[in-house]
Nanobody, 121 residues
Framework: QVWLVESGGGLAQTGGSLRLSCGAS????????MGWFRQPPGKEREFVAA??????????DIAASVKGRFTISKDMARNTVFLQMTSLKPEDTAVYYC????????????WGQGTQVTVSS
């Protein structure tokens, strides 16, 4: 089992920045991939960014809608993944969820509780 806890959400103005954090606990050493999803008001949950790693290296994947504005990174020593969000737009308003999986079994098996990000125009 893996537990994920997000933090860092809040209110920002258009053009502003926020950094989200996601800390993993439990069997965090078995995680192969962590990522961020978001659910805007009245819409479906959508992919934002992902980071996976192995002995041969790491790979990032960023949604086209946020590419160039959002960056995903990690601090392995703290089992934490970050989402740095810049040049925020009102359409970035959503509940942001952290997710993880172990590379086998169910994809995106573990989820955090979500953190609200609101961007004012």
């Amino acid at each position: 089992q893996v537990w994920l806890v997000e933090s860092g959400g809040g209110l920002a103005q258009t053009g502003g920045s926020l950094r989200l954090s996601c800390g993993a606990s439990g069997r965090a050493f078995m995680i192969w991939r962590m990522g961020w999803f978001r659910q805007p008001p009245g819409k479906e949950r959508e992919f934002v960014a992902a980071l996976n790693w192995s002995a041969t290296g790491e790979k990032t994947d960023i949604a086209a809608s946020v590419k160039g504005r959002f960056t995903i990174s990690k601090d392995m020593a703290r089992n934490t993944v970050f989402l740095q969000m810049t040049s925020l737009k009102p359409e970035d308003t959503a509940v942001y969820y952290c997710s993880a999986d172990m590379g086998w079994g169910k994809s995106w098996e573990f989820w955090g509780q979500g953190t609200q990000v609101t961007v004012s125009s």
